[in-house]
């Protein structure tokens, strides 16, 4: 069954739950309702030993009764208001009522067909609470994927079609796993050499680096079952019943083993165990259960456990011990010739124009991961569409990167004259001060069109795959990124709220230089980050005072520096803002124009 066909059939097994139950509380409460009605007792109910001898003295003007029920109205004569009065026999009844009347009595009597409620039998109406709880218990479990035993599996096992050779821009990382895959190809030549098969693979990485693609790669070289589960899908809100999945995931894995057992965001159920209560009680059985599974393989036993997640620092160390999961492979983002690879497949089937350059695009896209680049080419063709080309143009490539990185341009937006003109000289300051600054990368284009949820932005080229970065590398980020504050002081004599992003930014930045990575020339050489409060003592009581008074020193430092550039270079300023208020948008070769 595929994915298509499952999430069907689950959105219409809950569908029907829910109308089941739906129907089921609407008839019991239109039951509760009327037995109710029918049990009230109050001031306008007549006792049957009364109502009769109101009908010999020839006092009762109406009756209304329904077919099938024991309680009837009753409106007396000279009298608005109906009683209520129960009848024990309403055969009996109806017959004295006929007699009455024939004897002269003026007596209406009006009888209604038998209604819904009427027709449902006293004993039905009595178990209405116990199906209620019936209808939501089976609802429940059928929810939960225990309707049928080890159906989500039987779903979710498939032989995938994906190779090696649909995956970019992981090389090396493929030369590694092609060793699990003999593994899973032939056990019997490792088994001789008295190897072991190792049990478990972590990928681990940022999202969207193809760590689910790479894990598909193998049980598709391997030509094995590839059975795939996300780890929130073993996380539920009964005890215990996330442990029975891992229980049964695995034993479907030995009933077709050779297999591929794949786990993504493993950390939803792998996360440190605690001592608390309540759901992280049922994360800690869950995991439990995942490690003895892992140490329950044999020898015969040929499963690899795959397993993805871009936070393995969450994941408890009984997982990754040697045993579990033996081998532990980054996924990093591709390189300059990975990117390019990513392109090409991604290119394939889409009509592009021959401005397009690949190459040039794998060079301005550093640190793109491989969804990021597959969704660019996407998008390009999308916009090519919309502006009827008759291929995907450069332009259009161009575009589409804009509108991934920073949002969709929003040409319509009217804003005054003196919110264009802030924009236009925060922007130029970013640009300006970049200039000057050796380490930053260049300006390819300043706009003051609004993008997203940005005013206007200042795009820098990303033409190199940094690995490291300096300690003036990052103070020169931090003024870059206050030069447009810097510029809103000089020029206006005011600041507004539009630097909040880039604040925001440079603080996290300068927080990370003192607790992270040790460069401030004070603290040392120190990791403070995510300590605990305990821990942090050992340095001192006020070194919470200390770590702020160090990144306050670096942000007043680059903003200073930030005024100090503007101010020396005002005639620049001014004429990339006057350009961006005539223009609105400058890009690389009229930016360079300027300065030359």
Same mark, same amino acid.
């Given at each position: 069954?595929?994915?298509?066909?499952?999430?069907?059939?689950?959105?219409?097994?809950?569908?029907?739950?829910?109308?089941?139950?739906?129907?089921?509380?609407?008839?019991?409460?239109?039951?509760?309702?009327?037995?109710?009605?029918?049990?009230?007792?109050?001031?306008?109910?007549?006792?049957?030993?009364?109502?009769?001898?109101?009908?010999?003295?020839?006092?009762?003007?109406?009756?209304?009764?329904?077919?099938?029920?024991?309680?009837?109205?009753?409106?007396?004569?000279?009298?608005?208001?109906?009683? =209520?009065?129960?009848?024990?026999?309403?055969?009996?009844?109806?017959?004295?009522?006929?007699?009455?009347?024939?004897?002269?009595?003026?007596?209406?009597?009006?009888?209604?067909?038998?209604?819904?409620?009427?027709?449902?039998?006293?004993?039905?109406?009595?178990?209405?609470?116990?199906?209620?709880?019936?209808?939501?218990?089976?609802?429940?479990?059928?929810?939960?994927?225990?309707?049928?035993?080890?159906?989500?599996?039987?779903?979710?096992?498939?032989?995938?079609?994906?190779?090696?050779?649909?995956?970019?821009?992981?090389?090396?990382?493929?030369?590694?796993? !092609?060793?699990?895959? &003999?593994?899973?190809?032939?056990?019997?030549?490792?088994? =001789?050499?008295?190897?072991?098969?190792? =049990?478990?693979?972590?990928?681990?990485?940022?999202?969207?680096?193809?760590?689910?693609?790479?894990?598909?790669?193998?049980?598709?070289?391997?030509?094995? @079952?590839?059975?795939?589960?996300?780890?929130?899908?073993?996380?539920?809100?009964?005890?215990?019943?996330?442990?029975?999945?891992?229980?049964?995931?695995?034993?479907?894995?030995?009933?077709?083993?050779?297999?591929?057992?794949?786990?993504?965001?493993?950390?939803?159920?792998?996360?440190?165990?605690?001592?608390?209560?309540?759901?992280?009680?049922?994360?800690?059985?869950?995991?439990?259960?995942?490690?003895?599974?892992?140490?329950?393989?044999?020898?015969?036993?040929?499963?690899?456990?795959?397993?993805?997640?871009?936070? %393995?620092?969450?994941?408890?160390?009984?997982?990754?011990? @040697?045993?579990?999961?033996?081998?532990?492979?980054?996924?990093?983002?591709?390189?300059?010739?990975?990117?390019?690879?990513?392109?090409? $497949?991604?290119?394939?089937? =889409?009509?592009?124009?021959?401005?397009?350059?690949?190459?040039?695009?794998?060079?301005?896209?550093?640190?793109?991961?491989?969804?990021?680049?597959?969704? !660019?080419?996407?998008?390009?063709?999308?916009?090519?569409?919309?502006?009827?080309?008759?291929? $995907?143009?450069? #332009?259009?490539?161009?575009?589409?990167?804009?509108?991934?990185?920073?949002?969709?341009?929003?040409? *319509?937006?009217?804003?005054?004259?003196? &919110?264009?003109?802030?924009?236009?000289?925060?922007?130029?300051?970013?640009?300006?001060? #970049?200039?000057?600054?050796?380490?930053?990368? *260049?300006?390819?284009?300043?706009?003051? $069109?609004?993008?997203?949820?940005?005013?206007?932005?200042?795009?820098?080229?990303?033409?190199?795959?940094?690995?490291?970065?300096?300690?003036?590398?990052?103070?020169?980020?931090?003024?870059?990124?206050?030069?447009?504050?810097?510029?809103?002081?000089?020029?206006?004599?005011?600041?507004?709220?539009?630097?909040?992003?880039?604040?925001?930014?440079?603080?996290?930045?300068?927080?990370?230089?003192?607790?992270?990575?040790?460069?401030?020339?004070?603290?040392? %050489?120190?990791?403070?980050?995510?300590?605990?409060?305990?821990?942090?003592?050992?340095?001192?009581?006020?070194?919470?005072?200390?770590?702020?008074?160090?990144?306050?020193?670096?942000? &007043?430092? *680059?903003?200073?520096?930030?005024?100090?550039?503007?101010?020396?270079?005002? &005639?620049?300023?001014?004429?990339?803002?006057?350009?961006?208020?005539?223009?609105?948008?400058?890009?690389?070769?009229?930016?360079?124009?300027?300065?030359?």
């Amino acid at each position: 069954m595929n994915n298509k066909e499952k999430n069907k059939k689950s959105k219409s097994l809950l569908i029907s739950m829910i109308i089941l139950i739906g129907l089921i509380i609407v008839i019991a409460g239109i039951a509760i309702y009327y037995v109710s009605k029918d049990e009230e007792k109050d001031d306008k109910t007549l006792a049957y030993t009364d109502l009769i001898k109101e009908i010999s003295y020839g006092n009762v003007e109406k009756i209304k009764m329904t077919v099938g029920s024991t309680s009837i109205k009753v409106k007396m004569k000279d009298n608005e208001e109906e009683k =209520k009065s129960i009848v024990p026999n309403t055969e009996a009844f109806i017959e004295l009522v006929q007699l009455k009347v024939s004897e002269g009595n003026e007596i209406q009597l009006i009888q209604n067909p038998k209604s819904m409620i009427a027709q449902i039998p006293a004993t039905l109406l009595s178990i209405f609470p116990t199906l209620i709880m019936l209808a939501l218990v089976i609802m429940i479990f059928k929810m939960q994927g225990l309707g049928e035993k080890g159906q989500i599996y039987e779903e979710t096992e498939r032989k995938t079609k994906i190779r090696f050779k649909d995956v970019a821009g992981l090389d090396e990382e493929k030369e590694e796993l !092609i060793e699990i895959v &003999d593994f899973l190809k032939k056990p019997e030549k490792f088994t =001789k050499m008295g190897a072991k098969i190792p =049990k478990g693979v972590l990928l681990y990485g940022k999202p969207g680096t193809g760590k689910t693609l790479i894990a598909k790669a193998i049980a598709g070289e391997a030509n094995v @079952p590839f059975i795939s589960m996300s780890g929130s899908e073993f996380i539920e809100m009964f005890a215990g019943l996330g442990a029975s999945r891992v229980r049964k995931l695995f034993e479907k894995a030995r009933k077709i083993s050779p297999c591929i057992v794949f786990i993504d965001e493993i950390d939803a159920i792998g996360a440190r165990r605690t001592s608390n209560s309540g759901a992280e009680t049922e994360n800690n059985q869950t995991l439990n259960q995942l490690l003895v599974e892992m140490d329950g393989f044999s020898s015969e036993e040929t499963i690899i456990v795959l397993a993805a997640t871009n936070r %393995p620092e969450m994941l408890d160390k009984a997982l990754l011990r @040697p045993g579990r999961f033996d081998r532990q492979i980054t996924i990093p983002t591709p390189d300059l010739k990975g990117r390019l690879e990513i392109l090409r $497949i991604h290119s394939e089937g =889409k009509k592009l124009s021959d401005d397009v350059n690949l190459e040039s695009i794998a060079e301005d896209t550093a640190g793109f991961t491989g969804a990021e680049l597959a969704n !660019i080419l996407n998008e390009a063709a999308i916009i090519a569409t919309i502006n009827k080309h008759e291929d $995907i143009e450069n #332009s259009d490539i161009e575009e589409a990167v804009k509108k991934v990185t920073m949002g969709l341009e929003k040409k *319509a937006r009217v804003y005054s004259e003196k &919110d264009k003109k802030l924009t236009a000289y925060h922007e130029a300051g970013h640009a300006v001060v #970049s200039w000057y600054l050796p380490t930053q990368t *260049a300006v390819k284009e300043v706009s003051i $069109i609004p993008r997203g949820v940005a005013g206007g932005y200042t795009m820098y080229k990303s033409d190199e795959d940094k690995y490291y970065i300096s300690k003036t590398e990052m103070k020169e980020k931090l003024v870059a990124l206050l030069g447009g504050r810097a510029a809103e002081k000089l020029v206006l004599d005011d600041i507004s709220t539009g630097a909040s992003n880039d604040i925001e930014v440079a603080t996290k930045i300068a927080r990370e230089m003192v607790t992270k990575y040790g460069m401030s020339d004070t603290l040392g %050489p120190i990791d403070f980050q995510g300590k605990e409060q305990s821990d942090m003592l050992a340095f001192g009581e006020n070194i919470g005072d200390r770590i702020g008074n160090e990144v306050k020193t670096l942000i &007043d430092e *680059a903003y200073m520096s930030a005024q100090k550039l503007l101010s020396e270079h005002r &005639d620049k300023l001014d004429m990339i803002a006057q350009t961006l208020l005539q223009k609105e948008k400058i890009n690389e070769q009229e930016f360079q124009r300027i300065f030359e």
